[in-house]
Structures are given as structure tokens and as C-alpha cells.
């Protein structure tokens, strides 16, 4: 099945639009979903940071608690108790629900763990947590380097579930011990996560959406494209009418005009030439035949010349056997002969013939303007210049005349021919007139006319 022409057409309007809202689409999409990466990961580091502060401040503040206990150590006070009131003091610092401090010797042995008291006195310098690590071992390391932070998993008190959890440690310089406390972190990653998922439902949302818009604009722009290629065709179909009905009442007038000069013209002097033949023939060898038969060759003659006529006016002999340039410069040398009219010509046609409808159309159309100017124009001046390029072929015919009168019909029954002859083969045909100014005509096609068209369909 062979795809139209207005179908291959809508094809190639829309597709291109929809080329690029896909891409327009799928580069927002790309865009939005690295934006929401970026804007996730910030939040998750503001989040991390907020978390690091906070221990920062818990551990100063209990700091803060025991430092006048080792204050008091420093002014005599008993280590052992030193040490007693200070563990008290840890045991008994807390916040939130899971927020508490603990404490370790150098050598891992738990000393504060309110949580978990059964872990106080035992040594954890071995423990391991689901990923491996040497928690204790890390955090008195991290301790000795002046304090900071670490990441690892441990028993959250509140549900008794194995969590990622955030702490800060540092040494308490009198005692030795690594003091600290952390923060479970796991519930960035949940939030993260919902962000995430968030932002996933957020860009499918915006995916449709854009996806139905850009369904609804293509419906647009198809019923708009259909609505207009409606409307053209039907412009279209009623020129072609228009122009079928003019074609035919042309050939109709040109049909009976032909016929009527056949019969009122060579019709008669060949019935009137018969008449005198045959009376030559009864009177023979009378004086009287020989008249009959000088009479008869008269009206041969007149016959004949009757038919040239006729038939350059179908078609011009002086066009076919001397081409183009000679038979313009014959018309324009009749013309200035016979009303006496000034002639500017400029003829510039290439040293190859132009195609015969072509050549055709260039003559009637200077032949139905060398009419027009010797009925009506009342002209001293006629130029006329025709010339070529590679593309196009250019005409233009101007006289000093009288012009077209406003009340006159500017797309007459002659000028009308022209401009269709001129359209027939794809050019373009405009008419300039000012009263007492003159008229200009102007035609211009392209070198790659319709070899199919038949220059004579419209008659000049």
C-alpha cells in the first residue's frame, strides 16, 4: 500500500517534534534524576555533619562533668575514688532513648556501659561486628590520635537490634581511658532511602506527565495539520475547477471560432472556386472560360493564404524554423512597422534551444501583449527584454500607454491567458499598471519546466 503524499508529509512534520520532545524529555529526566542525587547526597552529608556536631558537643559536655573530679585528683583526691566518681558520673549522663557514655582502659577492658553492666570488667580489645572490624581496637587507636570519629555496627538498647552506629571518642588524659559516645545513624539511611524513593515517584510522575502532553500536543497539531490540508485541498480543488471550466469554454471558443473561419473563410472561395471550374469546363473553349478560370486560380490563392493564417495562428512556422529570438524580433519588427511604436528590445537566450513549451509560452505570452498594447494602449514606446540565467528564464514587457483603468478588470479574458499559460508551467506572472503611466508585465520560470505540459491547452 503506497503511502500518500499528505500522509508522508504529516510523517515528516511530526516526527521531528516528536524527536525532540523525547529527547527534551528524556535529558529533563537525566538531569532531574542526577539533581536529586546530588541534592540526596548533600542532605546526607548535612545530616552526617549534624550528627558528628552533636557528639562533639556530648563529649565536651561530659568532659565538662568529670573535670572537677580530676581537677580535685590533681589536688590530692584519691585515684580510687577519683576513678569511682567518675564512672557515677558517666553512668549517669544520658540523652534520647538510646544516647549513653561509655568508657575503656588502654587495654579494651570495659569501664562504663550503663546499658549493657554485664560488659563492664570484660575485655573487648577482640571484638569483631558483622563487617569485621576491631571496634574496641579502632576506637582506642582513634583515641590516641587526639580523638574523632568511627563508624561501626552495635546493639541499639531500645530495640536490641544489631545498627550502624556513629560515636566520637577521645582520652581522658589524667586516667588514660578512651571516653565516648555515639549516635545510631541508621535511620539517615532510611530517610535517604525515602528520599530516594521520593524523588523515583516524583520523576515517573513528571515522565507521564510530560508523556500525555506531548500526546495531547502531537493530537493538536495532527487535527490542525489535517484541518489545513482540508482547507488547502479544498482551495485547491475548486481553482482546479475554475481553471477546468475556463479550459473548456476556451477550447468550446476556440473550436467554434475555428470552425467559423473554416466555413464562412475557405469554405466559400473553395465552393465559389468549384463554381468557376465547372463553368470553365461547360463554356470551354469560350472566351468567357479563360476569365472563369483566372478567377478561380484568384481564389486559390486567397484560399491558401487563409489557410497560413490559420494555421500560424495554431501554431507559428517562423517559431519552429527559426527559433525563438527570431520569431520575437519578427513580431516586434510588425508591430514597429506597422503602428509606427518605438522598440527597445534585449533578447539574451542561451545557444541552446529552451524547451518547446517553454519557447511557446514566452511567444504568446509577447504576442497577446503586442495585441493588448496595439488595441488599447495607445503606447509610443514599447520595451521588451528577455533574458536568461542558469536557473531562471526572466520576461518583462512594458509601454508608456494609457495603462489599465481602475474600472477596468485587470484579470481580463487576455491577460487571464497569459497568467495561466505562465502557471501552467510552474511560473510566476504579475501585472504593474498605473493610469497614464503604462503597463508592466512580468514573467519568470524556472529552467526545468513541465516537459509534459502543453503550452496551447489555453488559447491567446
Known amino acids: 500500500m503506497k503511502t500518500s503524499l499528505k500522509t508522508k508529509i504529516l510523517i515528516l512534520t511530526i516526527l521531528p517534534m516528536v524527536l525532540l520532545s523525547a529527547t527534551i524529555t528524556w535529558m529533563y529526566q537525566r538531569q532531574a534524576r ?36 580530676l581537677e580535685a585528683m590533681n589536688d590530692g583526691l584519691e585515684p580510687a575514688l577519683a576513678e569511682y566518681q567518675i564512672k557515677h558520673l558517666l553512668r549517669g549522663l544520658s540523652y534520647g532513648n538510646d544516647g549513653y557514655f561509655f568508657a575503656y582502659t588502654p587495654e579494651g577492658v570495659n569501664l562504663v556501659h550503663p546499658v549493657q553492666p554485664e560488659l563492664e570488667g570484660e575485655s573487648l580489645i577482640d571484638f569483631q561486628d558483622d563487617n569485621g572490624q576491631y571496634v574496641i581496637r579502632d576506637l582506642l587507636d582513634i583515641a590516641a590520635m587526639g580523638g574523632g570519629y568511627y563508624q561501626y555496627i552495635w546493639r541499639r538498647p531500645s530495640d536490641g537490634e544489631d545498627r550502624n ?19 545510631y545513624v541508621d535511620n539517615i539511611a532510611r530517610e535517604t532511602a525515602e528520599l530516594k524513593h521520593q524523588v523515583a515517584e516524583n520523576t515517573r510522575r513528571s515522565f507521564w506527565a510530560a508523556a500525555v502532553l506531548l500526546v495531547v500536543t502531537l493530537s493538536v497539531v495532527v487535527l490542525v495539520v489535517t484541518l489545513v490540508n482540508m482547507h488547502t485541498t479544498q482551495l485547491a480543488d475548486q481553482h482546479l475547477r475554475q481553471l477546468t471550466n475556463r479550459f473548456v469554454t476556451f477550447q468550446v471558443m476556440q473550436r467554434r471560432t475555428f470552425a467559423r473561419e473554416l466555413h464562412d473563410g475557405i469554405n466559400q472561395l473553395l465552393v465559389s472556386t468549384k463554381l468557376r471550374l465547372n463553368l470553365a469546363n461547360r463554356q470551354w473553349p469560350d472566351v468567357h472560360a479563360r476569365e472563369h478560370l483566372d478567377k478561380a486560380l484568384e481564389q486559390l490563392d486567397i484560399s491558401i493564404q487563409e489557410v497560413r493564417r ?19 524580433h519578427g513580431m516586434l519588427d510588425e508591430l514597429q512597422d506597422q503602428s509606427g511604436i518605438e522598440i527597445s528590445r534585449r533578447i539574451r537566450l542561451p ?14 505570452v509577447v504576442q497577446e501583449s503586442i495585441t493588448n498594447i496595439r488595441k488599447h494602449a495607445d503606447a509610443s514606446h514599447v520595451v521588451l527584454s528577455v533574458t536568461t540565467n542558469r536557473q531562471a528564464v526572466n520576461l518583462k514587457m512594458a509601454d508608456n500607454g494609457c495603462g489599465i483603468p481602475a ?3 485587470i484579470d481580463g479574458i487576455g491577460l487571464l491567458n497569459m497568467r495561466e499559460r505562465v502557471e501552467l508551467l510552474g511560473g510566476k506572472f504579475s501585472i504593474v499598471s498605473r493610469p497614464s503611466k503604462g503597463t508592466m508585465i512580468k514573467a519568470q520560470f524556472e529552467l526545468d519546466p513541465d516537459p509534459d505540459a502543453d503550452p496551447d491547452t489555453v488559447r491567446s
Open 34 to 69: 542526577e539533581l536529586s542525587s546530588e541534592q540526596i547526597s548533600i542532605i546526607e552529608a548535612n545530616l552526617m555533619e549534624s550528627k558528628r556536631s552533636a557528639l562533639t558537643d556530648y563529649v565536651h559536655l561530659a568532659m565538662n562533668s568529670i573535670t572537677p573530679v
Open 165 to 183: 552506629k556513629l560515636s566520637y571518642v577521645l582520652t581522658i588524659p589524667q586516667l588514660g581511658w578512651m571516653m565516648g559516645t555515639g549516635l
Open 310 to 328: 490559420i494555421s500560424h495562428s495554431l501554431r507559428p512556422v517562423l517559431l519552429d524554423d527559426l527559433g525563438l529570438e527570431a520569431a520575437l
Open 351 to 364: 545557444k541552446d534551444r529552451l524547451p518547446d513549451a517553454l519557447e511557446m509560452t514566452l511567444y504568446r
Open 407 to 409: 474600472s477596468d478588470d
